[in-house]
């Protein structure tokens, strides 16, 4: 029998992979023409970009899919460390540049805001590791978390507990070691890393500060999607099947039998195993009929964007990343979690795709990618959301020119909207990372990757165990492959 994977996004590939290095014969239907899902790749012309994630973290996740089959991450993309990685442009005309090596950011924080400002973040940062050494293993590289579960942990296991740190919310925990206003607009910004608001996340969303400035984030030559590329490179080499403009329509689990059917415009497949790299709201609300309880929905819904890509003059001075913040960041949170709005005044994100990634000059010009936070949206809330776009991208455009990031006649060249990712990804209300991680219990309610009621089921995105992110969804389809294969008593060489 061949095991269906259903979604070409990261998560999909990583299952796919992983699936096929054990042995499992694995065909992929994807809805797109594309893989990559969210890490998607446009072009007008000869001028291509990516469409999605910007910058590459926990590197060795990715690493470990590709060891599974015979190659690394080394030998299939090109990682580009980049100097500087990020600069935070602040109202007060303040500019802190932050680099990929942690002593680098700490000796330039103490340049830039002060020996104090380098102090708090030094022990900030070390706060930040702990959390991570405490919680990385429970709560991303193992199985999904359950109470039943908490109980079986070793006594190591319990005595780190306290370490993660989920008693307090992440904007209490900075505000506690972190006087300096910059350096706390930086940290807090973390929280949208998972599209979370940090009133409400709990304090262990800390840990991506972590992961951030001292794991460090990395550009990949090509884009992003030439990652995803690469995976697919790599499933073909191992005989992984794909049909791409190929959308899924349901996904009957069969009466009286085992298995599933998997119903297409063109074909119907037939499978004892079943892999979804889907939203799983689109899961259980379009896609599956089968006898046994569905997997629950997660929410609140996580953040979204408005995006848009400008054809940019080379600037060799411009930063690969660019964050220009507002006069009051926390506004903004207020704004998307509580007005559910785009933000009045949105901090403005922008990356340098030729800095960042590589990508080559045409006429002299640089895709430029922008995006702004924007709430999820209903269907219901569709057409009044999609009005406020128009002047959100000119706001855009606005700040990002006052900056010096763009010049007045840098050409905007394509631009998707919330409601836009809402329409192309069903189920996923524009969300762009799941679930949003808003108190401290997320990680309990969000969907394992095994559904024990339906056997044969398997999840792997970022709405399911570990979350949104890209190195989250190659995580969830890591494990979602490893339940498969225990569940068909295949060895799984490690």
Known sequence: ????????????????????????????????????????????????????????????????????????????????????????????????????ERDATLENVGRALGSRAQKELEAFLAYAQRIWAASADNFVFSEAPSFSGMTKLGPRAWLSLPRIDAHHTMIAAIRQRIKSPHLRSMLLRFATYNGSDPRCAPATLNCIAHVDLALGGFGVEGGLHALAQAFVRVAERLGVAFRFDCPVEHIIARAGQSGFEVVCKDNNFITDQIVVNADVAHLVETLLTA???????????????????????????RAAHTVIFPECYEDEFVDLFDAQRVPRQPTVYLCDQALSHGRPEVAGAVPVFAMVNAPSVTREQESAAEAAVPSTLA?????????????????????????????????????????????????FRRPPNRVSSIPGLYLASGSAHPGGGVPMCVQSGLRAAECALEDAGTAFPR
């Not at 006898?291 to 003059?313: D, H, L, N």
């Not at 840098?410 to 998707?416: C, I, L």
């Open 1 to 100: 029998m061949t095991t269906v994977v259903v979604g070409a996004g990261m998560g999909g590939l990583s299952a796919a992979i992983r699936l096929a290095a054990a042995g499992r014969q694995v065909l992929v239907l994807e809805q797109h023409a594309l893989p990559g899902g969210k890490v998607g790749q446009s072009s007008v012309g000869d001028f291509a970009f990516d469409t999605g994630p910007s910058l590459l973290t926990l590197p060795d996740v990715f690493d470990r899919v590709l060891r599974s089959a015979g190659t690394s991450l080394r030998e299939e993309v090109t990682l580009r460390h980049l100097s500087p990685s990020f600069r935070y442009i602040y109202p007060d005309g303040a500019v802190l540049e932050t680099y990929a």
């Open 291 to 317: 006898p046994g309880e569905k997997p629950k929905v997660s929410t609140p819904f996580s953040t979204s964007g408005i995006c848009a890509v400008f054809r940019a003059e080379a600037r060799a001075e």
């Open 395 to 443: 706001l855009m455009r606005e700040r990002a020119v006052a900056s010096g990031a763009l010049r007045t006649q840098d050409e905007m060249v394509w631009h998707r909207s919330h409601v836009d990712l809402a329409r192309r990804y069903p189920g996923s209300r524009g969300a762009i990372y799941g679930a949003a991680s808003n108190d401290a219990f997320s990680a």
